[in-house]
C-alpha cells in the first residue's frame, strides 16, 4: 500500500505540476507525501522476515544499469510515437491507416535491430549492444526534430523512424539481458517483474510531458489548420425527417 500510494502521488505531483506550478503548495505536498510513502516502504522492507521487494537485487550493476536502459528506450520510444502520430496526422494529414503502413519500418527496423543485439551479445556482451542502440536512439530523435509543416514522409519521417527503429530494437534486448541474467534463481521472478514495469509507468508520464509539449510549441499556422480541417472534415450524422 505504502508503495503503491508513493506512486501514485509521484505521478499525480508530476502530471499536474505544469498546471499548478512547481513551487505550489499542491506540487510541493504531493510530492512531499510521494516520498514519505516511499521512505516508509523502504524501511519496513528492511525490517521485515519476508519482503515484497528484496532490496539486494538493486546492489546488482547488471540490474540497475539493464533497467536504466530499457527505462530510458521505453520513455524515448512513447513519447516519439506520440510526436509522431500528431505530426503525422494533424499536420500532414494522414489517415490512420497511411499512418500505420508508413510507420511500420519503425517495427520492422525494431525487428532487425534486436537479431543483430543478439548476434553482438555472446561476443561483446551487453554494454556494446546497448550502447549502439542508445545512439541509434539519440541519431533517430535528432533527425526527427526536422519534421515541419511543409515535409513530408520520405524526407522528414522515414530516415528518423529508420534508425530510431534499429535503436530501439538493440537497447531493448541488451537492456534486458543485462538486467535478467545477473539475477539468482531466487529473486528472478521479482527482477523479471520489475524489469517489466517501469518503461509502461514511466512511459506513460513521458508520453503526457510530450503532450503538453507539443500542445504549446506544435501549434500549425492557420494555413495548415484550414489544409487539415479541409482533409478532415467534421463528422455529421444525418437526421431522420419525421414520418
Known amino acids: 500500500m505504502?508503495?503503491?500510494?508513493?506512486?501514485?502521488l509521484l505521478c499525480l505531483a508530476i502530471v499536474r505540476a505544469p498546471e499548478a506550478g512547481w513551487a505550489s503548495a499542491t506540487t510541493f505536498g504531493t510530492l512531499v507525501a510521494a516520498v514519505a510513502l516511499v521512505a516508509a516502504f523502504v524501511l519496513v522492507e528492511t525490517r521485515t522476515a519476508a519482503p515484497l521487494i528484496?532490496?539486494?537485487i538493486f546492489r546488482g550493476r547488471g540490474l540497475t544499469?539493464?533497467?536504466l536502459v530499457v527505462l530510458l528506450a521505453?520513455?524515448?520510444?512513447?513519447?516519439?510515437?506520440?510526436?509522431?502520430s500528431s505530426y503525422?496526422?494533424?499536420?500532414?494529414g494522414y489517415s490512420p491507416l497511411v499512418y500505420g503502413v508508413g510507420t511500420s519500418v519503425l517495427t520492422v527496423m525494431a525487428i532487425v535491430g534486436s537479431f543483430a543485439a543478439q548476434a553482438l551479445l555472446p561476443r561483446s556482451g551487453p554494454r556494446l549492444a546497448a550502447a549502439g542502440g542508445a545512439l541509434l536512439l539519440c541519431a533517430g530523435d535528432l533527425v526527427l526534430t526536422r519534421m515541419s509543416?511543409?515535409?513530408?514522409?520520405?524526407?522528414?519521417?522515414?530516415?528518423?523512424?529508420?534508425i530510431f527503429g534499429a535503436g530501439l530494437g538493440a537497447s531493448t534486448v541488451a537492456g534486458s539481458v543485462a538486467a535478467l541474467s545477473g539475477a539468482s534463481a531466487e529473486d528472478a521472478?521479482?527482477?523479471?517483474?520489475h524489469h517489466g514495469a517501469d518503461p509502461r509507468a514511466v512511459g506513460g508520464l513521458r508520453v503526457r510531458r510530450r503532450t503538453r509539449r507539443t500542445r504549446r510549441a506544435d501549434r500549425p499556422d492557420p494555413a495548415t489548420r484550414e489544409r487539415v480541417r479541409r482533409t478532415h472534415p467534421p463528422l455529421t450524422v444525418p437526421r431522420r425527417s419525421p414520418r
Open 88 to 92: 503525422a496526422q494533424g499536420v500532414l
Open 54 to 56: 528484496p532490496l539486494r
Open 2 to 8: 505504502a508503495l503503491t500510494g508513493g506512486l501514485t
Open 149 to 162: 509543416p511543409g515535409g513530408g514522409y520520405l524526407a522528414d519521417l522515414f530516415p528518423g523512424l529508420f
Open 74 to 84: 521505453g520513455m524515448a520510444a512513447w513519447g516519439t510515437g506520440l510526436a509522431v
Open 65 to 67: 544499469g539493464g533497467n
Open 189 to 193: 521472478r521479482v527482477a523479471s517483474g
